[in-house]
Nanobody, 122 residues
Framework: QVQLVESGGGLVQPGGSLRLSCAASGNVFSNYAIAWFRQAPGKQREWVAGISRGGITKYADSVKARFTISRDNAKNTVYLQMISLESEDTAVYYC????????????????WGRGTQVTVSA
């Protein structure tokens, strides 16, 4: 069982930056691939970025070159550094664990956090 808690969301102006954190409980964190998803109002949840157990990273085309996912297994934490934020990035961002990171996509696992709100607005 893995419990995930996201933090770091907030209100930011277009062009600004935020760093989200996903803290995991349990001593098997390092065994899991981890990913970030987001859900904007009225839209389906979409995958944003994923990182494998070994640190391989993949990104959705919409965020490539602007978002960076990383993990610190010693701290049981995964980060999502976001720069050059746009209004289209406004969403609730969720952390997911236990899925599979493929060559271009991440198949979601069973563990979800409750999300953190990111609002990009002037």
């Amino acid at each position: 069982q893995v419990q995930l808690v996201e933090s770091g969301g907030g209100l930011v102006q277009p062009g600004g930056s935020l760093r989200l954190s996903c803290a995991a409980s349990g001593n098997v964190f390092s065994n899991y691939a981890i990913a970030w998803f987001r859900q904007a109002p009225g839209k389906q949840r979409e995958w944003v970025a994923g990182i494998s157990r070994g640190g391989i990273t993949k990104y959705a085309d919409s965020v490539k070159a602007r978002f960076t996912i990383s993990r610190d297994n010693a701290k049981n934490t995964v980060y999502l550094q976001m720069i050059s934020l746009e209004s289209e990035d406004t969403a609730v961002y969720y952390c997911n664990a236990g899925g599979t990171l493929g060559s271009t996509y991440y198949t979601q696992g069973d563990y979800w956090g409750r999300g953190t709100q990111v609002t990009v607005s002037a």
